[in-house]
């Protein structure tokens, strides 16, 4: 569950800088002097590219959390599977359909019928923290007795 939240916490993150960015760079009238022009540019550029890398911090944990259910798979509940599988195909999906620099290699069109591709679905999040309360919940009760 721990890396499920952390990864909660970086789109978080990714969504108040995005906000911030959108307040700071989109929403502000500046003055066209090619020097504040450059300045802009390169502010903006950087609040992007310190957003996009806490989305590449949960393809790091992705990739944590791949491992330990490929480890603990025979620990899954039955009613998980199908979830978790699609966490899978998309972590795979991920790395197969983008190229080094992290762009979709395929045509846009082609997503009408494959689909979308999430890092990480908000019903796993919710899923992922639910399951866990429950599971030490009942591991409570099992010590009290």
Known sequence: MYLVMQSERLFELNRRFHDAYKVEFIDKKFSDNELTQERLISW????????NDYVKMVEVNNEKISALLDSKFSYIDPDDVELFLLFFEHRIRLTTERNDGGV???????YDHVGEISYLRPEFIERVKSKFLSKKRELEKLLKR
Do not use: E, G, H, K
């Not at 903006?44 to 957003?51: C, G, L, Q």
């Not at 979709?104 to 082609?110: A, V």
């Open 44 to 51: 903006a550029n950087t609040t992007i590219d310190v957003a």
């Open 104 to 110: 979709l290699r395929t045509p846009i069109q082609i």
